[in-house]
């Protein structure tokens, strides 16, 4: 799998899942997320954010939800949604 790019402005209003918490949210298997990370160009281009440092030689790799939900066709109200202060 090549590198996914780095963004330069992260949309704040969804979340970054982690993979244990895109593996909870979609139920899905440590396999099905590295399928679509080693073999769909689309889904890494849209829905794979590396948040590792640029000298870094370690992916740290988060999925922005809405993204995801969109790519999948997931309404948004099954969406994870960022905490809003109280």
Known sequence: MKQPPTPTQLRTETPLLTNAELKQWLKVSDMWIRMRLDGDPQFVERCVVDI????????TLRFPARAVAEYLGIPEYATPQLATAA
């Open 52 to 59: 590792a440092t640029p000298d870094s030689s370690r992916r």
